[in-house]
């Protein structure tokens, strides 16, 4: 089995060589989920602002949501701990120190009922390949035992699917993967 550095760099070129602009019905089985998961109408989701060939999650609020939401980004603190807060399209945002785009202006931070999640790979049992920060993981490690109702959904083309990941102790399990050929 490959390391996990070994795979990183893999899926690295892999996204970038086989990357391609989605349309906002990729984002339709989840939106359709959330409507059968979730009766009440208010909902918080995070996401993450797209880079280095990540699918567009924007796309997302590009679509038609019956459903009311609040939308949320992943901020890094000095002591590399990861929160969300809020965010809406036109916010500013600042680039923080891992290149990474977050919001500028910081509100209450929130824990997501939604997590839309980044990753380099994932499997067929939604392991998931991250960066290697761990940052994901410690926020789902400390945040699950309280709220144990956060849907983790991994964001990822078909073309990042490996047969069987190396999974570490402290690595997190998702409960979803959706591609751009519905959930994995």
């Known amino acids: 089995m490959e390391n996990k550095h070994r795979l990183r760099k893999k899926f690295f ?3 970038k060589e086989n990357y391609f602009i989605i ?3 990729f984002f339709n089985p989840l939106i359709n989920l959330i409507k059968k998961e979730y009766t009440r109408k208010h909902l918080y989701i995070s996401s993450y602002y797209p880079s280095s060939f990540e ?3 924007l796309s997302l609020f590009k679509t038609k949501i019956s459903f009311k939401y609040k939308t949320f980004l ?4 000095s002591d590399n701990k990861m929160a969300f807060y809020e965010w809406k399209n036109k916010d500013i945002l600042k680039i923080n120190k891992y290149g990474m785009l977050e919001p500028a202006v910081l509100t209450k931070k929130e824990v997501p009922d939604i997590m839309l999640v980044p990753l380099l790979a994932f499997d067929k049992k939604n392991n998931r390949l991250g960066y290697g920060g761990g940052f994901y993981d410690r926020y789902l490690n400390k945040y699950l035992n309280t709220f144990k109702n956060i849907m983790t959904v991994g964001i990822a083309f078909s073309f990042q699917k490996y047969h069987k990941l190396p999974v570490s102790k402290d690595d997190v399990k998702l409960n979803y993967v959706l591609t751009e050929k519905g959930f994995n």
């Open 55 to 57: 699918v567009d999650t």
């Open 74 to 77: 992943p901020v890094i603190s």
């Open 23 to 25: 349309t906002p019905n």
């Open 13 to 15: 070129k892999i996204r």
